[in-house]
């Protein structure tokens, strides 16, 4: 009678511990269900394009008054420059077989000064052609591409910086394979800005010899964090996190791994961060952030009117002599 008993109650474990392994294969199999579902849902609505929509969470920032004046100013400026000059449209294939396209304004064949200006969220080239054509009036050749995702380049899911930097330096090899002794300006707003940032911390070629970056945010996690605070009332975690593990398998990449601050704890480039002082985006904090972790030679130049993206219509003058001397130290 003992050994029998023996034999039902080591079954008994057997049996129970297979329950509880499969029970937590069921809870497995649903958590990752559920994360696939949500991380989905808030990846399409905040990372993919036509579909994020436009941010709430720059909404509540005043612009001075001077912006609307000078912005159109500087379109008519730029519409009359357009009409001097040629634009060559060119492409590019990506890592990723993605066509990317970009037009090249070729000032001077003989000219070895470049510049690459670089577009904000949810933008393209077009956005940014006034800061082209204050390079090129300054004896500058162009290049401006349109971000991977937005404008004419293929894409679904924007780069936050983190695509885009190995993006842009096969974009500088364009130019190089050109002009083999370019001497290259990187000029980014917003996620162009945080482009630059992030690829200041690859092993770059000399050519590239320095960046400004206006309205640069410390990392993707971050602004999406806020972005996600501004659409929804759902607490950050778990749902924000879940879309981490779609993200890298959809995207190649997560939220936390774009880090504009553990890149620039790698960069050697000079940098020029241009920072609005009402901007309530990219704010004072990540700036300093920012500003603390660069390994390079860098400034800081605030504007105290511009809020984000507009710094150059808030104080163009400041903006521009701030720009060009910053940038002259190191372009032949």
Known sequence: ???????????????????????IIKLAVFIGIITGVVGFLLSRNLMIRGRNGNRESVKGMTASKS????????????????????????TLT?????????????????NNKWVVVLHGYNGSMED?????????????????PDLRANGESEGSFLGMG????????????????????????????????DTA???????????????????AYT???DVIK??????????????????????????????????AVKQVKKAQVPILLIHGKKDTYATDDMVSEIDKSVASVHEVFTIETGTHGDCRYAEPENYYNKTFDFVGKYIE
Do not use: C
């Open 1 to 23: 009678m003992g050994e029998n008993k023996e034999k039902i109650s080591a079954g008994q474990v057997i049996g129970n511990i297979l329950e509880g392994i499969w029970t």
């Open 226 to 259: 806020t972005e996600y605070e501004a659409r929804y009332k759902w607490p950050v975690f778990p749902f924000l996190n879940m879309m981490n593990p779609v993200m890298k398998v959809w995207a190649g990449y997560t939220l936390k791994e774009a880090d």
């Open 162 to 193: 983190w695509t885009d930097r190995l993006d842009v330096i096969n974009w500088i090899d364009v130019i190089l394979e050109e002009n083999p002794s370019a001497q290259v300006v990187i000029h980014g707003v917003d996620v162009g800005a």
């Open 197 to 215: 940032l992030m690829l200041a911390g690859e092993p770059l070629k000399s050519s590239i010899k320095v960046i400004v970056a206006e309205g």
């Open 67 to 90: 912006v609307g004046t000078n912005k159109s100013n500087e379109d008519e400026k730029v519409k009359e420059w357009l009409k001097t000059v040629k634009r060559e449209k060119i």
């Open 128 to 144: 940014i052609y006034d800061i082209a054509m204050h390079y090129a009036l300054n004896g500058y050749n162009v290049l401006m």
């Open 94 to 110: 990506a890592d990723d077989k993605k066509i990317l396209v970009a037009r090249k304004i070729v000032m001077d064949e003989q």
């Open 219 to 221: 990392s993707a996690w």
